[in-house]
């Protein structure tokens, strides 16, 4: 399921078997790679709600089902976490590779409707992709990070920088001067006439 059909979808407390509002904006955590929260225009406040992930059972084509502890929507919206996207952020943001090339912007996202995690990100094609209708896809494992003003992907023409291998100093080799008296006379040889076997003596 795309993100873009979650809005104004019916949000449902299925022990009440009531509607409670409809969905008005999603926020996803690109962090966790999953559906974070709803913005729900609630039939109780104007103001309107904020449902977490942890409190939906699953959304449907037709509905948002909530877990039957959701009940009544608490009164305010929580605190928008920094590091969330909404529809309004994610679509258009702009995407980068860790090589710093420019590959494009966001257009949507798909997300498992059991799980909540999202499948892939959608790209708008641009130049010649836009012609003959071919968008790119980023799966979440390809994100390396993500704020309200970039993406950051990892693009796999980058290897990690080994840090250079320490060379060990090598100890400098000690040479001593020998004294006179240690050093051993340089041996003396003698002639042996052909045909003389040697043999050892003693001196």
Same mark, same amino acid.
């Given at each position: 399921? =795309?993100?873009? &059909? ?19 904006? +999603? ?68 995407? $980068?590779?860790? @090589? ?20 892939? +990100?959608? $790209? ?9 209708? =071919? ?21 796999? =023409? ?9 060379? &060990? ?6 040479? $001593? ?5 240690? =050093? ?9 006439? @052909? ?9």
């Amino acid at each position: 399921m =795309r993100l873009k &059909e979650l809005r104004g979808l019916p949000v449902i407390d299925p022990s009440s078997a009531r509607k409670i509002g409809t969905v008005l904006d +999603y926020q996803v955590d690109p962090a966790s790679g999953r559906l974070a929260a709803l913005d729900v225009t609630s039939i109780a406040n104007a103001d309107g709600e904020r449902v977490l992930a942890t409190r939906i059972r699953r959304v449907g084509r037709s509905a948002v089902i909530l877990t039957a502890r959701g009940g009544q929507l608490a009164g305010g919206i929580p605190e928008v976490d920094e590091r969330w996207l909404d529809a309004a952020t994610l679509s258009g943001l702009e995407v $980068m590779g860790d @090589d710093g090339n420019r590959i494009g912007r966001l257009l949507d996202a798909t997300f498992d409707q059991d799980s909540l995690e999202v499948g892939v +990100y959608l $790209m708008r094609p641009s130049g010649l992709g836009r012609l003959v209708g =071919r968008r790119r896809r980023i799966l979440p494992a390809k994100l390396q990070s993500c704020s309200r003003e970039l993406m950051l992907v990892a693009t796999g =023409r980058l290897k990690e920088a080994l840090p250079a291998p320490v060379e &060990e100093p090598t100890p400098p080799t000690a040479r $001593m001067a020998l004294k006179a008296d240690d =050093r051993l006379p340089a041996p003396s040889f003698e002639p042996v006439p @052909d045909g003389q076997t040697v043999g050892a003596h003693s001196g």
